[in-house]
Every structure is written in C-alpha cells, then in structure tokens.
C-alpha cells in the first residue's frame, strides 16, 4: 500500500509565500515523476509542476517564475514553494507520484490535496 499525504496548505495574502510538501510512504521500490496539479472551484484539474526522478522540471506558464519543484528522494518527499501569490493560485493543490512497488508493480497515486487560498 502506498500513500501520499500533503501539507502545508493555508490562507495567505496576495504576495505572500507558501510551501508544500508531499510525503509518500508504504511499500515504496522506487517513485519516478513527481508533481503538482491543482483545482479551482468550477474549474478542471490543471498541471502546476512535475520533476522527473533525476530533477527535470516543467512548469505550468501561470506559475513559471513564481513557484519552485523539488524533491527529497532520500525522503520520499516533494516540495511545492510558492512565491508572489496571486488571486488566481487559490486552489486544492494536489500531490501526484509515479510510485513502483517493492512488489514490482507500477501505480499512479494521488494525495488527498491540500486547501491554498489567497485572499486579502
């Protein structure tokens, strides 16, 4: 069983800065891509940010120069910093991982997501 699980999430003033962490765990072999989408209410779910296993980014062009990917692998960890807020960030933001099992299967997992709001 593996499981994703984000945090970090909150109000923040327009401007202000927020950082995001998902942490997988279980029965972790290896985890490839790692990213980042979010939902507007009445929106679609939409790209923010992936990194590759090797730390090969791509950006949302909403979000270029404003938000950071990383990853800790010695962690399970990726982290989302986002800077410069706007209006428009605030979304569910949610974790997704490309995960292989110690058991050799290879599965795509999402974390329950995490509530971004940015209000004056």
């Known amino acids: 069983q593996v499981q994703l699980v984000e945090s970090g999430g909150g109000l923040v003033q327009p401007g202000g800065s927020l950082r995001l962490s998902c942490a997988a765990s279980?029965?972790?072999?290896?985890?490839?891509?790692m990213g980042w989408y979010r939902q507007a209410p009445g929106k679609e779910r939409e790209l923010v940010a992936t990194?590759?296993?090797?730390?090969?980014?791509n950006y949302a062009d909403s979000v270029k120069g404003r938000f950071t990917i990383s990853r800790d692998n010695s962690k399970n960890t990726a982290y989302l910093e986002m800077s410069s807020l706007k209006l428009e960030d605030t979304a569910v933001y949610f974790c997704?991982?490309?995960?292989?099992?110690?058991?050799?299967?290879?599965?795509?997992?999402w974390g329950q997501g995490t509530q971004v709001a940015v209000s004056s």
């Open positions: 997704n991982a490309a995960i292989r099992s110690r058991f050799g299967g290879i599965g795509d997992y």
């Open positions: 279980g029965s972790i072999g290896s985890i490839n891509a």
């Open positions: 990194i590759t296993g090797g730390g090969r980014t």
